[in-house]
């Protein structure tokens, strides 16, 4: 007897239905063809002892498994409840009756339980996409499945409930989760607050900048000064997620099995901070079976960098076209798969490495020469594509002890978004231009028109502080987003001003 089951591949942040044939005939052996991994060849052993200890039997004859289409690689065990279920309706121990109704994944423990899958949104948009009634998978996934509406989603333990369900001996109780509801309400949940910062007011007025703008960022200062505890602030002041950006990052992590039982959708913006030893492929996504890297984990959100002179430099390099394109492509020989990848850059660093140059009260203790050999290790093209360069110096003890309140974060937010409205506002005919920081030199040029006391300020900076030519497009970016914030239609000098003090790393002679 020939029956039919579907299941899904996925393949970037898209899916592709899978058709799997189970045909049973006179004869001993299991076969598997249409191009399956070792996972899915093993799959045999999973099924046999996960039926037998279910109460259901393996059938003693020839059994075929065609996985079409043929001439896609399938990978992995989420097949498991999917071949499993045709082997029952094959072999006639439940109803083929509305098989053809659902899709069902899942990965199956030796006692017919079900382990979690990867991809279950994905999966579920393509199910809807194609009409199917239904998605059957194992309850741990049900959450993030269920926001897709128009599609019954059943969480299952075991195989004996779904084999039960197509029998009609039982019913399966479907997954309901209100996404409007689940979005709003923790669109602004995090955990940290710019109120628990005390003092370093000049680095939190670069990073509502840099929130302001979409620029990206980096912070140099001695151990102890807080750059990190400032980064890992920074995404409660970007403007929350809107539903479709919270979806687009929800496929990401549930491409990347990232999501929690809990979860369903992603509805506050991404912070991801990889350790330096992190490798070229776990950065920027790949692999023989590609996966998402951390660049596009941080997709919507924020990629902070800690220690960066300390990352790879050929890690550091192969971040530098995701920057400029905001996506990520990843090639093979038969498939390409693109994962979207836009996120602000914030760094960090010791000016030295022993972390005390240009400290207002300790020494640094490096040898000549070392600061400028360990600033190199940053090369140019990257550092081109860091608009605000901020020194972070130590709170001193006066401003630790404080009992006064610092700014709330939802107070910079909503200037935040006042600024981000204006730029939509002048972005509106350019659909993929959100932000000051993604405008290319031309309009630059025509957008970022200063006065001619301002070209005579930046002129004069340009020659006094002997900032590069690279610094110019930069400052008049930033400068832009400063005048937002102002609520200025004009870059008046002010705002110039404080543009050119956050240019730190191009003033020749920083490390000599």
Known sequence: MLVKTFGSAVYGIEAITITVEVNIAPGTKYFVVGLPDVAIKESYFRIESALKNCGYRMPRQQVVVNMAPAD????????????????????????TENLDKYLIMGELSLDGGLQPIKGALPIAIQARKEKYKGF?????NAREAAIVNDLEVYGVDNIKQVADFFNGTAQ????????????????????????????????????EIAAAGGHNVILIGPPGAGKT?????????????????????????????????????????????????ISDVALVGGGSNPQPGEISLAHNGVLFLDELPEFKRSALEVMRQPLEERRVTISRA?????????FMLVASMNPCPC??????????????????????????????????????????FTELSSERLAEKSEFIRERVIKARDKQAERFGNKPDLHANAQMSPQMVREICKISAAGQN????????????????????????????????DEIQLEHLAEAIHFRSLDREGWAG
């Open 72 to 95: 896609i690689k399938k990978e992995g065990s989420a097949y498991d409840l999917t071949i499993a279920t045709g082997v029952l309706a094959a072999s006639g121990q439940i109803e």
């Open 136 to 140: 059957i998978l194992p309850k741990q």
């Open 172 to 207: 399966l109780v479907q997954e309901v989760v209100d996404t409007r509801d689940e979005f709003y309400n923790s669109l602004t949940a995090y955990d940290s607050d710019f109120s628990e910062v005390r003092g370093q007011e000049n680095i939190k007025r670069a990073l």
């Open 229 to 277: 505890m400032l980064a890992r602030r920074l995404p409660s002041i970007l403007p929350p997620l809107s539903l479709y950006e919270s979806l687009e990052t929800t496929k990401i992590h549930s491409v990347a099995g990232k999501l929690s039982t809990a979860d369903a959708l992603v509805t506050t913006r991404p912070f991801r901070s990889p350790h330096h030893t």
């Open 334 to 342: 038969k498939f390409t798969v693109d994962y979207p990848s836009s």
């Open 355 to 396: 972390g005390y140059y240009n400290h207002p009260e300790k020494d640094c203790i490096c040898p000549p020469g070392t600061v400028q050999k360990y600033l190199s290790k940053i090369s140019g093209p990257l550092l081109d594509r860091i608009d605000l360069h901020v020194e972070v110096t130590p709170v001193n």
């Open 457 to 488: 300020l930046l002129k004069k900076a340009m020659e006094k502080l002997g900032l590069s030519a690279r610094a110019y497009d930069r400052i008049l970016k930033v400068s832009r987003t400063i005048a937002d914030l102002a609520g200025s």
